[in-house]
């Protein structure tokens, strides 16, 4: 079977930690069936970035050599989506939406969202309302369906804060339909309770 795509966006000083347990969590053999997707990196221009802890990719694309056939967007967070350049973007998001595949974004780049009007038709959530509705100012007119969570999933549409890379994770995870329920939700818990705690947990049930 081929392997779907999934395109990561990542701008410099971006958040590693938000790309990395959802990344190799796609880029695994599930228990159950057959592997369906592989991670494919995308930068504004295709050279190499530097994240907020020093990693350095170098990425499988650029904005403009984004190939057409991807099952998923993940837009990770970092410190560069409110520059100018970050709207090289945009026309990438657009493509996903026009194409119903998975678009996900976590931090900043929810704020991004909100700064170029997409984040108006769906239920969300950001790092801060506030701080939303002072960047993106005009461009952002859904404060009713701001929700205080970690993460928040419509359909394909995911969005989460900084702080939430597992939640997020598993909300894409869900939304892509990349394993059983019962796959995501150990690979949830594996993480956010710790080995010992969830080696518990297990022998409880």
Not at 14 to 32: F, K, R, S, T, V
Not at 105 to 126: E, K, Q, R, Y
């Amino acid at each position: 079977m081929e392997l779907q795509k999934v395109l990561f966006v990542v701008l410099d000083e971006y958040a590693d930690w938000e790309a990395a347990a959802i990344a190799a969590a796609l880029n695994e053999d599930p228990e159950q069936g057959e592997k369906k997707f592989t991670v494919k990196t995308v930068s504004l221009d295709g050279e190499p970035v530097r994240s907020i802890g020093g990693f350095t990719v170098l990425p499988d694309y650029s904005v403009d050599t984004a190939p057409d056939d991807f099952a998923g967007l993940v837009l990770i967070g970092g410190n560069s989506w409110r520059k100018d350049d970050s709207r090289k973007v945009i026309e990438l998001v657009q493509k996903a939406q026009e194409k119903d595949v998975v678009i996900g974004a976590i931090c900043d780049a929810t704020v991004f969202l909100g700064m170029n009007g997409m984040l108006n038709n769906s239920p969300h959530t950001s790092n801060h309302l506030d701080e939303l509705k002072e960047v993106a100012a005009g461009n952002y007119s859904a404060e009713d369906s701001y929700l205080e969570q970690q993460a928040v999933r419509d359909g394909k549409f995911i969005t989460a804060n900084g702080s939430a890379y597992l939640e997020f994770g598993r909300e894409v995870l869900y939304a892509l339909n990349a394993a059983s329920e019962e796959e995501i939700e150990e690979w949830y818990s594996f993480f956010k309770l710790g080995y010992h705690e969830f080696v518990k947990s297990k022998e409880e049930q």
